[in-house]
């Protein structure tokens, strides 16, 4: 086989990339360059559209394929993946600092669940169905791919954000452009090598490694019916202008700032809620769009809350993402420690007070490492209970009763993720209804595959996973008889 660094994954086959230009990504563990890989130009967004919407419009094609035979290609699509589960986990974790531990659980088991959930959809939803007319007569109702998708994933979980685009936008028929991020990009190869051997008919997936040039290009190419983005917020919305002026469907997973709701019979032992608030709080060294960095506490026992949390933070191994005993690895790149870093900055000038953290650890000079941070007196109007900070830094609020909790939970421009905490789930199920967040969970957080995953208010429009999420990849005709 070509050296698949030298090409690029489009129409099913390796091709010669139309420029020169290369992406390198960098080890943030050690600030060292890893493997470098061609970086699509225009022309190659051209011809990858080109090839997905070849695949799309051909009679007989993989959009009017009975969706069980789509379903067989997505079942081998992910017994291909999961044989490249190391290849997969050592790209991740080395080109974006999420510890290996965390990058089996998430970045290689999770993703091939998610297809296989949409292979088993595929199988059983109802794309046509026959309706009684309320004046008369018959209406059937077909529910047909929406077409050729641009999918644009982030670089701290390239995997699963990837397929929770893919896995519905095959489902349903359509066929994809997907722009993974030029920091995690070399993973993005694997799963081209895995399409390609699990036999996903020519043009169905495409892959563009590229940054932000080719992804405003693909946004707005004429050859694409819809666009799929998880990012930032402030991508998000320039994403947003460009396909409300084309009427282009669009869905958008932003950022967050989510609250984490410690009630006052919360059991607040490391032994009892420790690894679950760990892992609510700072998976993937807090490059996690979901993670409750907001964390609320009666005020009748603030000081144990701000105890625990502090002594968690201090509990946390930092170090290469590759090691097995790491928990938190360094932050994605340097200019992201930087702003990391300024977000300390302001807290501290802002009259927030460091309980632990605040600065980078001794003895890792090569890598872009910070601190697990906590902030405590931290007031809800501040810049860091408002901004996304995307690092290893929680917030420590206090309230005074539920209703307050609430209303400090729900003081937010974002509403993505969140958490209760509590001795007695009901309760904390009742707290979890009244915040604005479009995921909660209690006492525990993990997205359900089959579930609806999405943001309220800046943090996002549309959902993904469940039967919701290949919504997205459909549209309607009724037919009246
Ligand atoms: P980013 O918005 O800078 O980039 C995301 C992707 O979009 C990259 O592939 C980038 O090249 C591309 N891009 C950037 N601007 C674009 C434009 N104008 N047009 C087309 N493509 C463009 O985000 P990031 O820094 O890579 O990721 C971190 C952000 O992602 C955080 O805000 C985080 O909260 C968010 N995120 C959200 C979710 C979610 O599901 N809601 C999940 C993970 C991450």
Known sequence: MKHRHEYLYLGGTWVRPAGERRITPINPSTGQPLASVPEAVEEDVDRAVGAAR????APGGWASWEPARRAEVMERFAAELDARADAICTAVSSQNGMPVTVARQLEVGYPTAVLRYYADL???AEFTETRAGVLGGTVEVRRLPVGVVAAIVPWNYPQVLSMFKVAPAMAAGCTIVLKPSPEAVLDAFVVAEAAQAAGVPAGVLNIIPGGREAGVHLVAHPGVDKVAFTGSTPAGRAIGEVCGRLLRPVTLELGGKSAGIVLDDAVLDPATIGEEL??????????TCFLSTRILAPRSRYAQVVELVTALAESLPVGDALDERTLIGPLVSAQQRERVEGYIAKGRAEGARVTTGGGRPAGLDQGWFVRPTVFADVDSRSTVAQEEIFG?????????DTDDAVRIANDS???LGGTVW???PERGAAVARRVQTGTIGVNRYLPDPGAPFGGFKASGLGRELG???MQAYLQTQSLYR
Not at 54 to 57: L, R, T
Not at 280 to 287: D, L, R, S
Request: hydrophobic share 35%.
């Open 54 to 57: 070849e695949a799309f419009d």
């Open 122 to 124: 595929a199988r059983t």
């Open 278 to 287: 760990v892992r609510a709080t700072f998976t993937n060294n807090g490059q």
């Open 392 to 400: 290893p830094v929680l917030c420590v609020l206090a309230y005074d």
């Open 413 to 415: 421009g974002f509403g």
């Open 422 to 424: 509590t001795a007695d």
């Open 467 to 469: 039967p919701e999420g």
